[in-house]
């Protein structure tokens, strides 16, 4: 009969943005007024993200008890949200983007209607003397005009090149105000495209701020505070409540509750005792460590994900060299246009204003901040993305080729099937098999234990336990030997009851393995083991499926078996009993039929497929160095629900960098047919030229927060 575990509650959680905290003792006291309210379980409050993790029973807390139990200890609650934390609708950048867009409009109209309508430039152009409008100009654009300068002695071509031309034509025909606004919004868009830029690599930043940069570690029998650099490989780390682990190392004393959410973008946090392996940059909530560190500074895990996500720029995408290109010949053109109309018109002021309006940084500016933006606040929750190339690649790929262990499948063996051959039933026998296992280190004894403990099954203290190695386990429980372990174990010529050979015909053909269980000799059940298929495996490739993607394939080292009943349950094709060759091959053989190739591992085995993939993502790449050097793009946690996200994601990346090149390509064309016909004065011009840029920032910023049911 299958191993079903006994009813649970069924226990939920909340986030709880707590406004208000300040201290180490603030957060004892809101953890202790949650915990008052009937029904919590447990309450994790965390002073750095301002934030409460209650978990409770849905059926007696009352989510109104606990806002007023906070309230009461002189706190407030945010608006309150299930997990993972959403950002608010109006961010701390977006809010900031607002105040620019609010900034620049109003010098736009304010020059508009006060210096052109009413006329004040003009009243300023006659009362002050060239010469001394000259100079202001001068003093005001001075650094913009000495880059202009270098750059003109490297033959380098600018948009500020075209817009000093455009002040000069303005200071020639005597209008020194026109060419003092000229020189006002050069520098306002200067403002506008650091803001920009700057705001793009914001979530950037806060992830590089998350280092640790001191350590309090033991040496001469002392406790000392040192700086991140002076730590070294085999120190010996003390980590108190609510301070960052400033190393990758092996807990070897205490016991907390640590936030990995700067690693894995998990926000629930884990138990951690002796023995367990915990991150740099994590913080241990509750409890304090002691931490054995095993890799310091830039060779931690966190340490790789900054320097990773630092150099990812440098991978630009196809349609960012685009842009670049695009940028090269449009100034050469701008020059003609301007010629020609200077040629046509006459008109110098016209002239001016094709220069001034012509505004290729927003062209530059369209494609990397959009990029810059996803891939910062991907990394935050721990979606670690290369570079722009690879989003790029990930919104058009068509086929997903798939590793099966430690990627579809838990990478570990779970219990499935207990099938009792006599008169004891399922409970009984796998108590008997686990307490026989109790002190077995094999992975199949700690899949037995835990279907047990699962189940609350008490395990029993054998008298004498003998490992038999290549076999199984020997052991004398209340008087009795229990035996567990292969087919070895049985007596030459056993004949097996026709229930043990059926199961045997029928599971083994599907890659599990079977154990026998043995009481004082005698055959009295047997249990079945199996790699077990991550839960939201299925869910997660028709969300694949749902995206468009026309090629999902399993490839495997596993036998014909294991891998023709894993892609019965998932419905997706298979090849079998490969090396890392034959995957490599595979992922050639579909990009020379012209597709776009996505290969999913884990980056150990499979990391020469992952490297000749268009797009290679490793699975659960937390403390793995070769999959974050070997991939494209590391998923910190393991879970598949992240994967359909990344394609969303990259779509909704390059529809933005879309939008973001056509409203430009329009803006500007707009802009220099106004400006080539009189329309657009040189004044006007030079307000106008800030707009694309505020309008990429403010497009892009979409991509900060996170995606929800996004289109396909």
Known sequence: MAVRPSPKIELEHIELPIRGMDCAEC???????????????????????????????????????????????????????????????????????RKLLILVFGMVLGVVILG??????????????????????????????????????????????????????????????????????????????????????????????????????????????????????GDIVIVRPGEKI????????????????????????????????VYAASIAALGSLKVKATRIGGDTTFGKVVQMVEEAEANRGHVQRIADRFSSFYLPVVTAIAALTFLISRNPLSTAAVLVVACS??????????????????????????????LEALARADVVLVDKTGTLTLGKPGLTEVLPLGNMDASQILT?????????????????????????????????????????????????????????????????????????????????????????????GVLAASDTLRPEVPKSIQELRNLNISHIELLTGDHEGTATSLSQQLGIPYRAELLPEDKIRIVKEYQARGHT???????????????????????????????IEAAHIALMKEDWTLL???????????KVVKMNLAFTTVYNVIGLTLAATGVLPPVIAAAAQSLPDVGILLNSARLLRPPRSLPT
């Open 432 to 524: 008997l098999a686990a307490s026989a296992e109790r002190y077995s280190e094999h992975p199949l004894a700690h899949a037995v234990r835990t279907a047990a403990r699962d189940q609350s099954l008490p395990l029993l203290e054998p008298e004498e336990f003998e490992a038999l190695p290549g076999i199984g386990v020997r052991a004398r429980i209340k008087g009795l030997q229990v035996e567990v372990g292969n087919r070895t174990l049985l007596p030459p010529g056993a004949n097996l009851p026709s229930q043990a050979l059926f199961l045997e015909s029928n599971l083994q053909s599907t890659g599990s393995t079977l154990l026998y269980v043995l009481l004082n000799g005698e055959l009295i």
């Open 644 to 654: 359909p996200e990344l394609f969303r994601i990259a779509r909704r990346t390059m």
């Open 116 to 233: 052109e309508w009413g006329g004040v430039f003009a009243i300023l152009n006659s009362l002050i003397p060239l010469p001394a409008g000259a100079l202001f100009v001068l003093l005001g654009g001075f650094p913009v005009f000495r880059n202009v300068l270098r750059s003109a002695l490297k033959k380098q071509i600018t948009s500020h090149t075209l817009m000093t031309l455009g002040v000069i034509a303005a200071l020639v025909v005597g209008q020194w105000v026109t060419a003092l606004i000229v020189v006002l919004f050069m520098r306002v868009g200067d403002m506008v495209e650091r803001i920009t830029t700057e705001s793009a690599r914001q979530a950037v930043k806060e992830l590089t701020a998350l280092a640790p940069q001191k350590a309090r570690v033991e040496r001469g029998g002392e406790e000392m505070e040192v700086p991140i650099g002076e730590v070294h490989v």
């Open 246 to 277: 400033p190393v990758d190392g092996e807990v070897v004393a205490g016991q907390a509750t640590v936030d990995q959410s700067s690693i894995t973008g998990e926000s629930i946090p884990i138990d951690v005792s002796k023995g367990s392996f």
């Open 27 to 97: 957060v004892r006291h809101v953890r202790e007024a949650i915990e008052t309210v009937p029904g919590v379980k447990s309450a994790e409050v965390f002073l750095a993200s301002e934030k409460a993790i209650v978990q409770f029973d849905p059926r007696q807390a009352d989510l109104r008890n606990i806002h007023k139990a906070v309230e009461k200890a002189g706190y407030a609650v945010g608006k309150v949200v299930g997990s993972p934390l959403p950002l608010s609708p109006l961010t701390l950048s977006q809010r900031r983007f």
């Open 361 to 390: 940084c927003s062209f530059a500016l369209a494609t990397p901040i959009a990029m810059l933006a996803s891939m910062g606040a991907s990394a935050k929750r721990g979606l670690l993305i290369k570079g722009g190339k690879y």
């Open 597 to 627: 190739v996505v290969m999913v591992g884990d980056g150990v085995n499979d990391a020469p497929a992952l490297a000749q993939a268009d797009v290679g993502i490793a699975m659960g790449a937390a403390g793995t160095d070769i999959a």
